[in-house]
């Protein structure tokens, strides 16, 4: 089914509102809104959700958590085709820990996580990026990380814009004269 992005977005940072908050860690929503994507809203809450968590946890108190929307140029390989012109990219940049070049392939491997002592503290199982790397590629898209340590960590959930109309919200009474039950789209 058709996901408004922002939806997403909104759901995934409520997430970690709380978390965020005890530790006076600003999250900051930039980039583009009203893009919509084909997928399953929950899947990809719960994706992007575990990318703001780890980017709280693995900050320092006081420093801010980025999440922008982006549209890349199409690439000329994949234009045309399943009505994919182009890539929507998430990017979660965050201030914190970062990690050590030759751990960045591995964060993605289930259970897998950098220094055991420094994450024992955070308390988590190493999950939450397998999961993430799922998500991205049962939509049809990829996850990429960049950083570097000590100074920060971007992790970027790329997934396709559909331009197809078939996977577009109908609006009432427009073209293809059909509702889908989510309710009128934004002018
Ligand atoms: P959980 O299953 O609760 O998410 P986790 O956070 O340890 O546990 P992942 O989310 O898969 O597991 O992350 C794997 C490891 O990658 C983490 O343990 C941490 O070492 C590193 N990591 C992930 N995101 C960041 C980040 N934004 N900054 C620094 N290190 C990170
Ligand atoms: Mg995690």
């Known amino acids: 089914s058709v996901v408004r992005l922002d939806r ?54 006081h420093t801010r958590v980025v999440v922008d929307v982006r549209r890349t140029a199409p690439d000329p390989d994949t234009a045309g085709v399943d009505g994919v012109s182009q890539i929507i990219e998430i990017s979660v940049s965050d201030q914190g820990v970062g990690i050590p070049e030759k751990e960045l392939e591995r964060v993605f491997e289930r259970f897998y996580r950098v220094d055991q002592a420094r994450s024992r503290e955070t308390g988590g199982t190493g999950l939450g990026l397998s999961i993430v790397k799922h998500v991205a590629a049962s939509h049809g898209g990829a ?33 293809n004269g059909a509702t889908t039950g989510e309710g009128p789209a934004p002018a």
């Open 8 to 61: 997403v977005i909104d759901g995934a940072l409520d997430r970690s509102r709380v978390d965020a908050q005890a530790k006076f860690v600003e999250l900051v929503r930039a980039g583009e809104t009203d893009l919509r994507v084909a997928g399953s809203e929950q899947q990809l809450v719960i994706a992007l959700g575990n990318l703001i968590e780890n980017a709280v946890s693995y900050s320092p108190h």
């Open 143 to 175: 996850v990429e990380v960049w950083s570097v340590e000590g100074e920060g960590s971007t992790f970027t959930l790329q997934l396709p814009l559909r331009n197809d109309p078939t996977v577009d919200i109908p609006r009432p009474g427009g073209p």
